[in-house]
């Protein structure tokens, strides 16, 4: 081997050698060069018991469909549907670009239960010009009961306890909060979890209930039954309509698990 080519191969070994120490450094400071995902400080609070979920992923329809509804509606909402886990979905409602955020930022724990704390935030990067319902999911290994008070930091705090579209034994699908309706035919579906597979529903527009009646699921409790139904109602006086849905209590005959959607009167 001549001078020149030993020379030529050394250069070449350094070259590579500099190359590995790069990649090496931007994967210890949490960057990929292939792709990947965001530095280390960027990633949310873990915090023992409460674990991030992606809504994307569950697999219980029932679930997805509680989480579906909630993630439109302002506000902290609880649910446990097997008495030992609860989903905790906290969510910011509409918001006129993308780029919000939410995260659990702070848990306290004292005797019998759990303090949290939300932490919300602006568009930090470029706006990007679309409707956002931006929200968080977490799954605590607490009961409801377990979670004593909820708070907020940020742009905006988040209401709680709150009266949302979905519970953990009623579950519309159609329509979901926020819904432009244009004809005075409305389709409710979704699932419920009621006794005898009976419950009500109301619509009002603020000043006058255009319909009411109730509604018959295909299975009763304990099973998730699914109802469908399409409902005539009177001409509304104003745009702000108010789908409810709820149960009577068979004790004493009181509302129980009531559930409020609102909704946006388009028609002429």
């Not at 905790?88 to 702070?106: C, H, N, Q």
């Not at 519970?167 to 579906?189: D, R």
Request: glycine fraction near 12%; hydrophobic fraction near 45%; aromatic fraction near 8%.
């Amino acid at each position: 081997m001549s001078k020149t080519e030993a020379k030529a191969r050394v250069l070449t070994l350094l070259v590579a050698a500099v190359a590995l120490i790069a990649i090496a450094a931007g994967l210890v400071a949490g960057c990929s060069l292939f792709g990947g995902g965001k530095p280390a400080e960027d990633e949310p609070p873990v915090f023992a018991g409460f674990a991030l979920i992606d809504a994307g992923t569950l697999q219980d329809p029932v679930v997805r469909a509680w989480a579906q509804a909630c993630g439109l509606s302002a506000g902290v909402h609880l649910a446990s549907f097997d008495g030992a886990n609860t989903y905790i979905l906290a969510a910011r409602g509409e918001k006129p670009t993308g780029g919000f955020t939410v995260f659990l930022s702070d848990v306290s724990t004292e005797t019998g239960g759990f303090h949290l704390t939300f932490k919300t935030g602006d568009p930090s990067g470029p706006v990007t010009q679309i409707i956002s319902y931006p929200y968080a999911l977490y799954l605590g290994q607490c009961s409801p009961g377990q979670i004593l008070d909820v708070s907020g930091v940020g742009a905006e705090t988040l209401p709680w306890p709150v009266a949302g579209p979905a519970n953990v034994n009623i579950i519309p699908t159609s329509p979901l909060p926020g819904v432009a309706v244009s004809t005075t035919t409305l389709h409710l579906e979704g699932y419920a979890r009621v006794f005898e597979a009976q419950f009500s529903y109301s619509l009002e527009d603020g000043h006058n209930v255009l319909a009411a009646g109730s509604i018959m699921a295909d299975q009763g409790a304990p099973a998730w039954g699914l109802f469908s139904l399409d409902v005539e109602f009177s001409r509304p006086t104003s745009p702000g309509l108010t789908l409810s849905l709820f149960d009577m209590s068979m004790k004493d005959g009181s509302i129980i698990d009531e559930v409020f959607i609102p909704l946006v009167w388009t028609g002429n």
